[in-house]
């Protein structure tokens, strides 16, 4: 059985910073990327990075290039979402997900096992 779990969300004021951190548990090595996605009230879920998990290989959303770092640690099977300079359109709710659907696409919402999500709220 596979689990991620999310955590490291919060409420913070634009300009600061957060990093989200995901856990997965079960049979994880037949993955071959992993992501960070995020759905805003009203708004479709959309990819912010993603990494393939054995070259790290990342990929990112135009909106956060140069603010968002994800990172894979394969020896503690975690997957980490370091975001700077938030600003209030970041405001979502953030999950990470596992086992993409089209490797070609790993900025797709198109993942096989998803986290419960964690709620990231940006004030001006």
């Known amino acids: 059985q596979v689990q991620l779990v999310e955590s490291g969300g919060g409420s913070v004021q634009a300009g600061w910073s957060l990093r989200l951190s995901c856990a997965a548990a079960?049979?994880?090595?037949?993955?071959?990327?992993m992501g960070w996605l995020r759905q805003a009230p009203g708004k479709k879920r959309e990819g912010v990075a993603a990494?393939?998990?054995?070259?790290?290989?990342?990929f990112y959303a135009d909106s956060v290039k140069g603010r968002f770092t994800i990172s894979l640690d394969n020896a503690k099977n975690t997957v980490d979402l370091q975001m700077n300079s938030l600003q209030p359109e970041d405001t979502a709710m953030y999950y990470c997900?596992?086992?993409?659907?089209?490797?070609?696409?790993?900025?797709?919402?198109?993942?096989?096992?998803w986290g419960q999500g964690t709620q990231v709220t940006v004030s001006s």
């Open positions: 990494i393939y998990v054995f070259s790290g290989k990342t």
């Open positions: 079960g049979n994880t090595f037949r993955w071959r990327c």
């Open positions: 997900a596992a086992d993409c659907r089209d490797l070609s696409s790993p900025m797709n919402p198109a993942y096989g096992y």
